[in-house]
């Protein structure tokens, strides 16, 4: 800690910061007490954990007051207990904690803190990531593999190349690894056989596929892991762990690695902000209906550095119309690990073109080396004149989602689509329409089901088909698939993407009609 602060240039440029509306007093002398700073600077830890269930202390509005007092140091699970007992070592006297600085049975309140998650990790000096704890019971510091390690290490006493007396202390090597956190540097493991929860387990962390930790990890500018059988450092210089004696060695391209020295920071965050959703949208939620909320911070993040763009459901207007093409990924490994299922999130909490709408895993696929790097968003859109207006839920501007549509200007197609092959990932298709000559248009590519009642729908009428309306985004080929409601003329909600070989794109003026459509 010291060294990062003394050493590192972009680390060691923090000062004391505002603390956040509340934190939890924690030095010497007394029991811990909540306190609302009101614009004081101080230096204060956020802890990171799983809840894994309900979390015995929480703050409520009967008892806000009485938490002013004085909190009882035994009545803190032993996750906060272990993340106080680290703030003691360091001397830092404040700890913000989210089930004790947030009321947790008032919504107002949830909405205002959950729109400042930003300020809250950003400014911390420490961000406490207890990876090792399952719930708020279980704590971090005395886990059993680092009971059984102690025991198996070993101290070989040597002598040092200038001829002093030195210590060796040797442990057993690490027989197991992870799929994306913080074991690449171990020996492989094979995940198929594991349950969910010991994939959780090997992976090294019960924190890394949790969805609200993202940005919990990603915005401090230092990050310490409390895994279950060893410490690992991040910070925006090196990242280090106890097993491996030199720093982790810096990765080509991983845009959101959670281990090496990040190639992106929180400057840079719009420019990845489709690399930030596919590894968000892979993580799980006890509640899917906070996936925009999990996400707020990081969007208030941007937005405050880039006031010139509009923030509308998970997507920014500059990016607009072409990450309308956002995909449901049924990837095959990742499906038999974690499943590949995708509904409609209700109730709702985000429109029908915004991939907060879904409970699937997301992929910006058209942005892929196969398709060019996304080099066909450079042309001329064909829906023009995108248009959005969007109310919030509440009084987080980037949460949830109350009303919200997108009007545009585009070609729509009635079309009937038929699956031809497929599998439980990949959806080839064909895809028909009578012209206006009486001879039928015919084209073919994949479609990508946005939930699984459209995929269900389409593979029960293979012969068929089923009629749909379809609208193209870019060149002739990229459509957004759609559903007529009730609620007017030329109102839609949207239920996949459809793209036609490049060979096959269509004739739009032979195909649809231009009309003014709106999406909601």
Known sequence: MRNCETQHPRCKDHRPQVLPDRVVFVGKGSDPYLVEPKGARADYVALSHRWGGRVSLQLKTATLDDFKKGIPFSSFPK??????????RLLIDYI?????CIIQDSKDDWDVQ????????????????????????????????????????????????????????VRPW???????????????????????????????SYLLRRGWVLQETFLPARVIHFLSDEVTWKCTALSRCECQ???????????LDLEEPREITTRNLKEYWRDIIEEYTQRDFTFHSDRLAAMAGLANHIHSSRPDIEYYAGLWSDDLPSTLLWVVDREINFGRLWGNGS?????????????????????FLFWNLSYDRGKWAESRPDLRDVRVKCTPSGRNRYGSVKDAELTAEGYLCNVRVYLTRGSEWHFPFKMETKKPDG?????????????????????????DGV?????????????????KMGVGKLVFERIGVIHCNISEAVNLEEWGRKERLTII
């Not at 073109?353 to 992929?363: D, F, I, K, N, P």
Request: proline share 4%; with cysteine; aromatic share 10%.
């Open 245 to 255: 004696l030199q720093p982790h060695k810096t990765v080509a391209h991983r845009a």
């Open 343 to 363: 509904n409609r999130n209700m109730p709702a909490v985000a429109p029908t073109w915004s991939w907060g709408g879904v409970t699937g895993r997301v992929a």
């Open 114 to 169: 959950g729109s400042k998650m930003d300020q809250v990790y950003s400014n911390c000096v420490l961000t406490i990531a207890a990876d090792a704890a399952e719930n708020g019971d279980s704590g971090f510091l005395q886990t059993r593999e680092r009971q059984g390690l102690r025991i198996s290490t070993r101290k070989i006493d040597c002598v040092g190349p200038g001829g002093g007396k030195g210590e060796i202390f």
């Open 467 to 483: 009629e749909m309306v379809v609208v193209s985004v870019y060149e002739s080929r990229l459509f957004l698939v759609l559903r």
């Open 439 to 463: 001879t039928v248009g015919k084209t073919n590519g994949f479609f990508y089901p946005d939930t699984d009642d459209v995929l269900a729908e389409l593979q029960a009428n293979r012969k």
């Open 79 to 88: 996750t906060f207990q272990d993340a106080i007992t680290v703030c003691h």
């Open 174 to 204: 690490r027989q197991y690894g992870s799929i994306g956190g913080f074991g690449r540097h171990y020996d492989s493991w094979e995940p198929g056989s594991l349950q969910p929860s010991q994939r959780l387990k090997q992976e090294g």
């Open 96 to 100: 913000w904690i989210d089930s004790i």
